[in-house]
């Protein structure tokens, strides 16, 4: 961290992605030893992309989500 000033705050300015805490990249341990991956919530550039869905890349492709709350059912 070598910020050494504020500057005055943004409402609108990027957000630095908190998962990667702005690096662009997770550690996972996927695969039996950890090692390091592009962000899926950022896509690697440590900017937090609003309304940016991580979870759609780890959905199957074609597999249809819906938004609505499923009705309950017994
Ligand atoms: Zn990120």
Redesign the pocket.
């Given at each position: 961290m070598a910020e050494a000033k504020e500057e005055a705050k943004e409402p609108e300015g990027p957000i630095p992605?908190s998962?990667?805490r702005g690096s662009?990249k997770?550690n996972s341990n996927s695969g039996g030893e950890p090692h390091q991956v592009d962000?899926p919530?950022?896509e690697g550039s440590?900017v937090?992309i609003e309304e940016h869905d991580a979870q759609a890349a780890q959905r199957p492709e074609g597999e249809a989500v819906d938004d609505k709350p499923q009705p309950a059912v017994d």
């Open positions: 992605c998962p990667c662009g997770l962000c919530w950022c440590g937090l």
